[in-house]
C-alpha cells in the first residue's frame, strides 16, 4: 500500500540524513516539537487551512474547520492552526492519482483540493480566520501557496519549488502582512511546507525564519489520519489507538508534546480528523491532559530540556528575550556540557550574522566554521588565543564581557559549563 512506500522513503531519508549530519550546533532559530513540562500539557497544530468544505462523512454540514473549531470548544481545548493563504494561483497543473503525495496536483498543492482553490486559504475564509482569534487559537505561517521551499526527490520529485531564499521570503511575507494588516495578528511561528529545509542557493528555512523573527514550529508526535487507509474507519482508528495504548503505558508520555494534524482532506479525499479528534481529545482529557495553543505551551518552558524549575532556565530565558541564541537547532540548552568559543559567539551574535548572511545574500561559505561570522560580529580579541570549536576559557569571555558589557564574568577556570556561561551573561544584561 502507498502509506508503506512513504514510511520507506523516510527510512531512507533518515539513513542518508544521519550520514551526512553536521554536529549539532548553535542556532538562530530552534525547531520546537515539544517542550519540557511536567505537568499534562500539549498543542495540537492543524495544517493547509482553512477549509470550506465539510466532513467527507457529514457533507451536508458546514465547512471542516468550524466543526474542528466545535470540537475543540467541546473540550476546552485550543489548537495552533498552520494557514496557507491561497493557493490559486498554483497553476497549471493536473490532478494526480487520489491515495498519492501528488493527489491535489502533480506540479503544485492545491488546498483543499485541485480547481476547488476558493474552498480554501485564509484569503478566502475570512469569517473563519475571524473565529480561529475570537476564541483564542492560534495562527502559524504555513506559507502563502504552500509552495516547497527546495527539491524534495524522494516523493516529491516532480513538484515546482522556490528558486532561492528571496522567493521563500516573499511567499512568507506576504502572508504574514495580510494577516497583520487585516486582523492586527502578528505570527511567530511558522512550519515548511512538506518539512522542507534545504532552498536551493545555499540557504535553508532556518535562515529565512530567523529573518521572519519565527520559531520553527515542528510536532514530535504525528496524530495520524492523513495517510490513506483501506477505510475511513481504520483511518480514524489510527488517530485514536496509538494515543490511548502510549498514554496506557505512560501517562506522562505526551507532557509538552506538539501533536500534527491536517485541516483538510487527505490523500484519498477524506476527513477522519473530524471524527478522529474528538476521540483524541476524550482519552487526553481522561488522562488529565489540558490541550493549548503553541504559543502557550512555549510560555511554559521555550525549550526541550529545562524544566521551569531548572537553575539555570531564568537564564536562558533571559537570553532568548534579549534576542541571543541560547539553544541548539534542536532546541536543547545542555547547560552541563562544556561550552566552546565557537558557541559562545554564536549565542551572542547568531542571529545577526544570520541576518547579515542574507541582507547580503551570501549563504554560509562551504569551508567555513559554521560559527565563523558571529565570531567575526563578536569582534572580541580572545577569539585568536582558540579554535571555535576548543573550550572557552574565563579570560576570553572576560575579554568579550569588559568589551560588550563593562564588567568582568565573574568567571575562572580553562573550561566553562555552558550552563555558567549562559547565567553569566544574564546577569550582566540584568544590571
Not at 10 to 36: H, Q, T
Not at 44 to 71: A, H, K, N, Q, Y
Not at 169 to 184: A, Q, V
Not at 269 to 276: C, I, K, L, S
Given at each position: 500500500?502507498?502509506?508503506?512506500?512513504?514510511?520507506?522513503?523516510?527510512?531512507?531519508?533518515?539513513?542518508?540524513?544521519?550520514?551526512?549530519?553536521?554536529?549539532?550546533?548553535?542556532?538562530?532559530?530552534?525547531?520546537?516539537?515539544?517542550?519540557?513540562?511536567?505537568?499534562?500539557?500539549?498543542?495540537?497544530?492543524?495544517?493547509?487551512?482553512?477549509?470550506?468544505?465539510?466532513?467527507?462523512?457529514?457533507?451536508?454540514?458546514?465547512?471542516?474547520?468550524?466543526?474542528?473549531?466545535?470540537?475543540?470548544?467541546?473540550?476546552?481545548?485550543?489548537g495552533t492552526f498552520d494557514i496557507i493563504g491561497d493557493t490559486s494561483g498554483n497553476y497549471p497543473d493536473r490532478p494526480g492519482r487520489r491515495g498519492t503525495v501528488s493527489w491535489g496536483g502533480i506540479r503544485y498543492d492545491h488546498y483543499p483540493d485541485i480547481k476547488r482553490d476558493l474552498e480554501g486559504g485564509a484569503v478566502n475564509t475570512d469569517e473563519i480566520i475571524k473565529c480561529i482569534l475570537k476564541n483564542s487559537h492560534a495562527l502559524a505561517n504555513h506559507g502563502y501557496a504552500h509552495v516547497l521551499f527546495g527539491r524534495k526527490i524522494l516523493v516529491y520529485g516532480r513538484r515546482a519549488f522556490f528558486p532561492d531564499i528571496t522567493a521563500v521570503?516573499?511567499?512568507?511575507?506576504?502572508?504574514?502582512?495580510?494577516?497583520?494588516?487585516?486582523?492586527?495578528y502578528e505570527m511567530t511561528l511558522s512550519r515548511p511546507p512538506h518539512y522542507v529545509d534545504v532552498i536551493p542557493d545555499g540557504f535553508s528555512s532556518y535562515d529565512a525564519y530567523a529573518v521572519m523573527g519565527y520559531t520553527y514550529m515542528a510536532a514530535d508526535f504525528d496524530g495520524a489520519g492523513w495517510l490513506p487507509l483501506s477505510s475511513y474507519k481504520e483511518e480514524v482508528d489510527a488517530m485514536v489507538t496509538p494515543v490511548r495504548k502510549l498514554l496506557e503505558e505512560d501517562p506522562d508520555a505526551l507532557c509538552?508534546?506538539?501533536?500534527?494534524?491536517?485541516?483538510?482532506?487527505?490523500?484519498?479525499?477524506?476527513?477522519?480528523?473530524?471524527?478522529?479528534?474528538?476521540?483524541q481529545l476524550e482519552v487526553l482529557r481522561h488522562y488529565g491532559y489540558k490541550v493549548v495553543t503553541v504559543p502557550d505551551l512555549l510560555a511554559v518552558s521555550p525549550f526541550s530540556d529545562l524544566y521551569n524549575d531548572h537553575p539555570c532556565f531564568p537564564s536562558a530565558r533571559t537570553l532568548l528575550d534579549n534576542g541571543m541564541c541560547a539553544a541548539f537547532r534542536d532546541n536543547t540548552v545542555r547547560p552541563e556540557s562544556i561550552c566552546t568559543t565557537g558557541e559562545f559567539y554564536m549565542m551572542m551574535k547568531g542571529r545577526q550574522a544570520v541576518l547579515d548572511n542574507v541582507a547580503r545574500l551570501l549563504p554560509p561559505g562551504r569551508g567555513e566554521h559554521p560559527y565563523a561570522r558571529a565570531a567575526g560580529l563578536a569582534r572580541a580579541s580572545g577569539i585568536t588565543k582558540s579554535r571555535l570549536d576548543?573550550?572557552?576559557?574565563?579570560?576570553?569571555?572576560?575579554?568579550?564581557?569588559?568589551?560588550?558589557?563593562?564588567?568582568?564574568?565573574?568567571?575562572s577556570g580553562g573550561t566553562l559549563p555552558r550552563g555558567e556561561v549562559i547565567n553569566a551573561i544574564a546577569q550582566l544584561l540584568s544590571k
Open positions: 500500500m502507498y502509506p508503506s512506500l512513504m514510511k520507506a522513503a523516510r527510512n531512507v531519508k533518515r539513513k542518508v540524513s544521519s550520514l551526512y549530519a553536521e554536529p549539532l550546533r548553535i542556532s538562530a532559530v530552534r525547531r520546537v516539537g515539544r517542550i519540557a513540562a511536567k505537568e499534562r500539557i500539549c498543542a495540537m497544530t492543524f495544517d493547509d487551512g482553512p477549509c470550506l468544505i465539510p466532513p467527507s462523512e457529514s457533507p451536508g454540514s458546514g465547512p471542516l474547520t468550524l466543526e474542528l473549531l466545535r470540537i475543540l470548544q467541546q473540550y476546552q481545548a485550543f521570503l516573499n511567499d512568507l511575507n506576504r502572508l504574514h502582512n495580510y494577516i497583520k494588516e487585516k486582523y492586527n509538552g508534546q506538539i501533536i500534527f494534524h491536517k485541516d483538510g482532506m487527505n490523500m484519498a479525499g477524506r476527513t477522519p480528523v473530524a471524527d478522529g479528534l474528538p476521540l576548543s573550550p572557552l576559557d574565563s579570560e576570553c569571555l572576560d575579554l568579550y564581557c569588559k568589551e560588550h558589557f563593562g564588567a568582568g564574568s565573574g568567571l
